[in-house]
């Protein structure tokens, strides 16, 4: 959000991904803005498309747990700088690549995929590139462009 006055503020709204999971947080918004006469039709398209895909309803994943952290630390230990860097990670970004890393393990289209190509996936997904997961030492670079 970026202030305008003392009042008021911006708050910029991105697309939604494909099949992007819809939290609480997200759903109240969605009504609070359908009570205040603030939805676009666009918007009405978005959350009827989550409706008919499943994701409006999709469970919410688990927590991350310290076990699951260090699992994903385990796989990245032969592959520097990425286990490096993992390690001097911030508690709640460990968890955030965790997280990537166990729903990319979990999808059915990944099944054949390394353990660390379902994870350099998941984060693409998210909106990195490739390069850039290399780039930053996380992941292994593995020839990718």
């Known amino acids: ?11 910029y709204f991105s697309m939604r991904r494909e099949k992007s999971k819809w939290s609480e947080k997200n759903k109240a918004l969605v009504r609070s803005l359908e009570e205040r006469g603030l939805m676009t039709d666009f918007g ?8 008919k895909n499943g994701q409006w309803d999709a469970p919410k ?14 796989l ?18 460990k ?5 990537a890393y166990l729903d990319a393990k979990t999808d059915a289209g990944r099944g054949n995929e390394s353990d660390e190509g379902r994870a350099v996936d998941t984060v693409l997904e998210a909106g990195g590139s ?3 997961c ?8 593995r020839g990718m462009v």
Not at 1 to 11: L, Q
Not at 95 to 99: A, E, L, P
């Open 1 to 11: 959000m970026k202030s305008i006055d003392e009042k008021s503020y911006r708050k």
């Open 44 to 51: 009405r398209r978005k959350v009827e498309e989550a409706k």
């Open 61 to 74: 994943a688990a927590a991350v747990t310290e076990e699951d952290i260090a699992g994903l630390s385990a």
């Open 76 to 93: 990245l230990s032969g592959y520097e700088p990425a286990f490096t860097n993992f390690k001097a990670m911030s508690l709640s970004v």
């Open 95 to 99: 968890k955030t690549y965790t997280r």
């Open 130 to 132: 490739r390069s850039s």
């Open 134 to 141: 290399s780039w930053m030492g996380f992941f292994p670079y």
